[in-house]
Structures are given as C-alpha cells and as structure tokens.
C-alpha cells in the first residue's frame, strides 16, 4: 500500500486555511425554519474532506490507496447563529496540535464574517487492517508541522476546550 501523498501541498498554509465554500441546501432545514442540528456536522466533514485533499494530502483517494486514516475521537460543536436555506457559507481550519499519530484543530463555520458555528476535534490516525492506532507517514508529519509552524502566530481560539454545562450564578 501506497504512503505518498495524493494531493495537497508542502506548503506554507495559510492562517488559518479556509477551503470552498458551501450551500445551505432546502434539505438540511428543520420544522424550526432553520439548518438542522446534524447538517452542522455534515458541512464540517464536508469541509475536513476538502482541507485533506487540496492542502495536506491525506484525504478518500490516499486513505484507500495506504488503508490508514483519521478517526475521529472527539468532537464538539458550539451553535452560535442559525442559517437558512440557500446562504452560502464557508469553513476555516486552525491546526490546534499534533503528535505523531493525533490532531487537534478548531474550525469556524462561517457567514461572510459572522461566525455561526464552531469545532474543535481530535483524531487519530488508524490502521485499517489492525484497527489500531499508527503514526503519521514521515511526509504527513512534515506538513503537519508546516502547517502547526504557521499557525501557531494565530490567537487561541476563545472556545477552545469549553466545559458543557449549565453555568450557574
């Protein structure tokens, strides 16, 4: 099985790296007149999808051809405003952290220059015959560090690592 990369760049990467933008379709609204609660999750897969492909190489086409790839471990979503159907919206991603099997980033979904939502995920890179964890290939962890170096002049992000629950006074 291949380890290259199919895709993406050496960089350097933008800070943070926004990708395509995508529609809100008339599927994804609910009975509240507004995009649906999983729709969120959608679009951000969606746009990790695009991230792996056209900057660090590590997306559908490389994870088939090495059978190994990110797994998500944990993720959290911060609903800050509603979208409706047909506005265009656009995801940035900020390389939070990494080791040589893990990431940690944040991602703000976003209208124009209102953000309406937000994630933070970690995820580790897994072998699909063993389904264990394995470390990054060597080209990976060089990007990833490229991309961690330029990203790191980048303000940590107010949500980050937010406690659930009912804030009392």
């Known amino acids: 099985m291949t380890?290259?990369?199919?895709?993406?760049?050496?960089?350097?990467?933008?800070a943070p790296v926004r990708v395509d933008a995508q529609e809100v379709l008339p599927d994804w609204i609910d009975y509240n007149g507004h995009m649906n609660v999983g729709y969120?999750?959608?679009?951000?897969?969606?746009?990790?999808?695009?991230?792996?492909?056209?900057?660090?190489?590590?997306g559908e086409a490389y994870v088939r051809a090495a059978g190994q790839g990110l797994y998500v471990l944990q993720s959290h979503i911060t609903f800050l405003s509603e979208l409706l159907a047909g506005q265009s919206?656009?995801?940035?991603?900020?390389?939070?952290?990494?080791?040589?099997?893990?990431?940690?980033?944040?991602?703000?979904?976003?209208?124009?220059t209102r953000i309406c939502a937000t994630?933070?995920?970690?995820?580790?890179?897994?072998?699909?015959?063993?389904?264990?964890?394995?470390?990054?290939?060597?080209?990976?962890?060089?990007?990833?560090?490229?991309?961690?170096?330029?990203?790191?002049?980048l303000a940590r992000p107010a949500g980050l690592g937010a406690d659930l629950g009912i804030r009392r006074r």
């Open 119 to 153: 994630q933070e995920v970690l995820a580790m890179n897994v072998d699909h015959g063993t389904k264990r964890s394995t470390v990054f290939p060597d080209w990976l962890q060089r990007r990833l560090a490229q991309m961690q170096a330029d990203h790191d002049g």
């Open 3 to 14: 380890t290259a990369p199919i895709g993406g760049h050496d960089g350097p990467y933008p």
């Open 40 to 58: 969120y999750g959608l679009a951000f897969d969606r746009a990790i999808d695009q991230l792996f492909d056209q900057h660090i190489g590590n």
């Open 89 to 112: 919206f656009d995801v940035a991603f900020h390389l939070i952290d990494h080791d040589l099997k893990r990431i940690h980033f944040w991602a703000e979904l976003k209208v124009g």
